[in-house]
């Protein structure tokens, strides 16, 4: 008898196992309940990603631009399709990813279940769960930019998540729709906002949705171009996270809550906007956010120095949990526009600046991170150097060294002939060397290493044989008497950095009028309409 029990017994439990390994087969995308829990409760602390779009002349291979989001501690990313090869790259890094649906594709999506359903196994299910996808971005700014596909975006939205809920993958992958800033009317001050009207037959259920599954309102977010708009009165200090004296800080005559800075009065808007349609359980995610580097003369203010600043407070503002004055305990996170160049880009100047890195991931310029979590933790600013950018000709560039190693005083001595660095002699090399002596010399402050657009700054060590360039840490504290050019050329202008930020085609939609008045010392909001 007993034996018969036992055998039953051995019977069941092979049966069981049979059964898991069918169960298994057949959901690949389940995660381990604790594995489920980890990632949702990481999920909720408050980060910085960057966009990476591909209009780059040179882009890294998918396996080189994972590797190199690795070196540079980057953990979440926002892709504007779902290029597989990059998915299949990013498999068990770490990284997480939110995938998009391409507005072109909204309407096929939107009109066909059967068409979500293979949208969702084929980007999705194929790549989950080794491939941290954490949410789908539905379009981009679709009510601002292809108003005729608006009436297609909730019910594009609603047959995805019903993939998702049929792959049981829709606890661990949000779904969302990235908003123009300009969808939110009468934003300064905070209190007094309000969903464009015209949009709201798309708005309130987009909102109720959002509500019923736990996903984030998707906003892209831009101080600047609220600067651009309302220069002379919204002032740059604001714009740019720096540190306010308290009669300049902005203050809501309504809520008298202080802003410290514009983004910030930019989500509480959001956020207050949605208070009036009865909604206050959806978190706000910047999808898009930045400063530009580089403009045209009617963009003065996109200068590396400002790029440098926005970008760096912001993220010390987000990794500091600082929250906002309505939502102090809620800290949005933000990804940052963009993490390379897009070179291709068409007019104006600014389009095509916006990157952190060349697509080649050279540097473009270095934020100033520091203490501020493992976010770009390599990136190391005390590890950089100023070197000739490839493809200038001989002539500009002696002008440059000239200039470096007269007026710019940077010591040139090593370059001379017999000394260590006189090999190779060509003037690339040489104004390599004088162009990091100033570089360091100016103690690699923005602005030091551009020398009219003709140097680049590099984390990769130029040092060679005996020749060791001043920023190496091989470098020993004799120095010599610095050697004059016998020309001199005219100064350094600005470094040459970019910020990760967006002026697409839909540029216009991005921006938010804004008038505050100034009064008393005290810097209060007065409201303008801004049309889409």
């Known amino acids: ?174 779904i969302s729709t990235p908003h123009a800033a300009s969808i939110v009317l009468d934003p300064f001050p905070p209190s007094q906002a309000f969903f464009n009207q015209s949009l709201s037959s798309v708005v309130l259920p987009l909102l109720q949705f959002l509500s019923r599954t736990g996903s984030p309102l998707m906003m892209n977010l831009y101080p600047y171009y609220v600067f651009m708009q309302n220069k002379g009165v919204v002032p740059l200090d604001n714009s740019l996270f720096k540190p306010l004296t308290p009669s300049k800080e902005m203050v809501d005559p309504n809520t008298l809550l202080h802003y410290t800075n514009v983004l910030d009065a930019m989500i509480d808007a959001a956020y207050f906007s949605m208070k009036n349609l009865n909604v206050t359980d959806v978190p706000v995610l910047v999808t898009e956010s930045g400063w530009p580097s580089k403009g045209d003369s009617k963009e003065p203010y996109a200068t590396i120095d400002n790029a440098d600043t926005y970008n760096s407070n912001l993220i010390k503002h987000i990794l500091d949990h600082s929250g906002t004055p309505l939502h102090p305990e ?100 040489h104004a390599s060397y004088a162009f990091d002596s100033y570089y360091q010399k100016e103690g690699r402050s923005a602005g030091s290493c551009d020398f009219k657009g003709v140097a680049t700054i590099t984390t990769s060590d130029p040092s060679h044989g005996s020749c060791i360039f001043p920023g ?42 804004v008038l505050f008045f100034v009064g008393f010392n005290i810097l209060f909001f007065i409201p303008l309409v801004t049309p889409l």
């Not at 697509?359 to 150097?385: E, M, R, W």
Request: with cysteine; proline share 4%; charged share 15%.
């Open 330 to 429: 809620v800290t949005s996170s933000v990804y940052i526009y963009e993490l390379f160049n897009e070179d291709l880009r068409s007019p104006p100047v600014s389009e095509a600046n916006w990157g952190l890195f060349y697509g080649n991931s050279t540097a473009v310029y270095l934020l100033h991170v520091s203490g501020s979590g493992t976010f770009l933790a390599n990136d190391t600013t005390n590890q950089t150097y100023c070197v000739a950018m490839d493809g200038v000709d001989s002539k500009t560039l002696q002008a440059a060294l000239d200039w470096a190693c007269g007026p710019g005083r940077a010591n040139c001595s090593e370059v001379q002939p017999g000394e260590s660095c006189y090999q190779p002699n060509n003037v690339k090399s």
């Open 472 to 513: 190496s840490k091989k470098v020993t504290n004799t120095t010599k008497q610095a050697v004059n050019s016998t020309h001199a050329s005219s100064a350094a202008d600005s470094l040459r950095f970019v910020t990760f930020c967006s002026w697409r085609t839909s540029a216009t939609n991005k921006g938010l009028h």
């Open 1 to 174: 008898m007993a034996a018969s029990k036992l055998t039953l017994l051995l019977t069941l439990l092979s049966l069981f196992n049979v059964l898991s390994s069918v169960s298994q087969a057949k959901s690949p995308s389940v995660l381990p309940l604790a594995q489920i829990k980890q990632q949702q409760k990481e999920d909720t602390e408050p980060f910085v990603g960057v966009n990476i779009g591909t209009d780059v002349s040179s882009l890294l291979s998918p396996s080189a631009l994972v590797s190199f989001l690795q070196l540079q501690k980057i953990t979440h990313i926002r892709l504007y399709d779902a290029d597989p090869d990059l998915l299949k790259a990013l498999a068990r890094t770490k990284i997480r990813v939110i995938i998009s649906v391409p507005n072109n594709q909204l309407i096929a999506i939107g009109s066909s279940n059967s068409t979500a359903a293979a949208w969702v196994g084929r980007n999705v299910v194929g790549f989950y769960p080794e491939t941290l996808i954490s949410a789908i971005a539905v379009g981009d700014e679709v009510l601002t930019t292809v108003p005729s596909s608006a009436p297609l975006l909730l019910s594009a939205i609603e047959s995805l998540y019903s993939a998702l809920v049929a792959a049981n993958l829709h606890t661990q992958i949000k």
